[in-house]
């Protein structure tokens, strides 16, 4: 029986194939709230032509949105890669309880600064189907680079 944290990253997956649809980077994110998805996103940057138009930035307005205030203190972020610097700083300010992704990312992953970057009240976990999550990326950047 798969659980619910695997439940929600592969909806997060299913946004990340959208990115991918439509020539994005494959990064999908899904904000959960009391066992409820209230947020669906993938990246836009490339249609927005807009370097802010990261998946979790765009869960997080929607999220916003739809609970009628900014914080999101009871709500759970999936995200296929680990946050940037820029979407873990947006996360600190949102205050989500939780933070679950998928591939690590080396290059622009906010844990490689090894500072506190998210809220200290939210708890991270990383790796959750990190294979299938880094696949997809290996898979979008190699036909790139072709």
Request: neutral net charge; contains cysteine; charged residues 25%.
């Amino acid at each position: 029986m798969i659980n619910l944290d695997e439940r929600f990253m592969q909806e997060a997956l299913k946004e990340a194939r959208k990115a991918l649809a439509v020539d994005e980077i494959p990064v999908g994110a899904v904000i959960v709230c009391k066992g409820q998805i209230i947020a669906r996103a993938h990246n836009y940057t490339e249609r927005l032509n807009d370097f802010t138009a990261h998946a979790e930035m765009q869960a997080f307005t929607s999220a916003s949105a739809y609970l009628g205030g900014k914080y999101l203190n009871e709500c759970t972020l999936y995200v296929t890669l680990e946050p940037c610097l820029m979407c873990a700083g947006a996360a600190y300010w949102t205050q989500l309880e939780r933070i679950v992704y998928g591939a690590s990312d080396s290059k622009r992953g906010f844990l490689k600064l090894n500072q506190p970057v998210i809220h200290p009240k939210t708890k991270l976990s990383g790796g959750l189907l990190e294979e299938e999550c880094g696949q997809l990326l290996k898979d979008f950047f190699s036909r790139k680079r072709q």
